[in-house]
């Protein structure tokens, strides 16, 4: 049994599940930011759009390493566009007005 993928998979769906039910809250890595009044459903909307995005590309990257056993690289890769989708929210976020630092 290949525990990385599978690992990385039941990591995307808890993702996806915490993402669905935390979507108008917000989160430990983006705590830093200050929601811009009358903008909040815009900004946790794109915020959702892009977690789903991001626990999709999770449960890809792990049935992938699942069925190839693939090596560490993607292993070590997933966290790397996980912590990259965030950001561009960030950046997403900042360029359409939802946030300031």
């Known amino acids: 049994m290949n525990w990385p993928g599978l690992v990385i998979i039941l990591t995307g769906i808890l993702y996806l599940i915490y993402s669905v039910i935390f979507r108008k809250k917000t989160t430990i890595y983006s705590a830093d930011v200050e ?26 990257v792990g049935i992938i390493e699942f069925i190839y056993d693939l090596d560490s690289i993607y292993i070590v890769s997933t966290p790397l566009i996980f912590y990259l ?5 960030n950046v997403i976020s900042k360029k359409e007005g939802y946030i300031k630092n």
Do not use: H, P, T, W
Request: net charge positive; proline share 0%; glycine share 6%.
């Open 35 to 60: 929601i811009i009044k009358g903008k909040e459903d815009e900004y946790f909307k794109l915020r959702l759009y892009l977690s789903v995005l991001n626990a999709f590309i999770l449960i890809g």
């Open 85 to 89: 989708i965030n950001f561009i929210i």
